[in-house]
């Protein structure tokens, strides 16, 4: 790349600029890796807590369907009742650009779809246990997709960050340094150049 640009001041300050900029880029990428990087290790770190409570309420939701069964016989078309989910909202937050999603729950009326008269309290156990579960469910789902997100936002940065440090930062180094020794040889050239000419100016006659 040095040879390529021709040894002027302007190239050099140009060549300055342009390293001042490309080494504020990578610190700017660094830093922003950095967040990232943490903002993603405290989302693992609540996956797994979420991911610990989410098989507990699992379990203990298919308990309660196994007592339910063995009092009721098979629940599956008071199941039936129960309408599919349609309060999920989708929002995002913004982290250094990356942007997150927010996955809510609309308000739970847990209402007794199904009739109490056929049913028992066991029933509205495993009801309420499933009610948590899918809460569960979707902040977990919100967790890791945050998770993945960041992960590939984090990839990018850094290749970023590595072209500058290891590509454009050394060459625009290398060029400056090409330019500061063509300059400086051509100030010597030059300077005895004129002592040349001087000493024949001076020289009598």
Partial sequence: MA??????????MATKKSLQLA???YELMDRKRNILVREMMQLIDRAAAIQSEIETAYASAYRALQKANVTLG???EFAKTVPVEQGLGLQFRSVMGVELPIVSLGPSHREMYYGLEATNSQLDDVYLKFEEVKRLTVELAEVESSVYRLAVAIKKTQKRA??????MIPQFTSTIKFITEALEEKEREDFSRLKVIKRQTDRPE
């Fill in 74 to 76: 098979i629940v599956g």
């Fill in 23 to 25: 080494k504020q880029g």
């Fill in 162 to 167: 590595n072209a500058l440090n290891n590509i």
């Fill in 3 to 12: 040879q390529q640009i021709f040894p002027t001041k302007s190239n050099l």
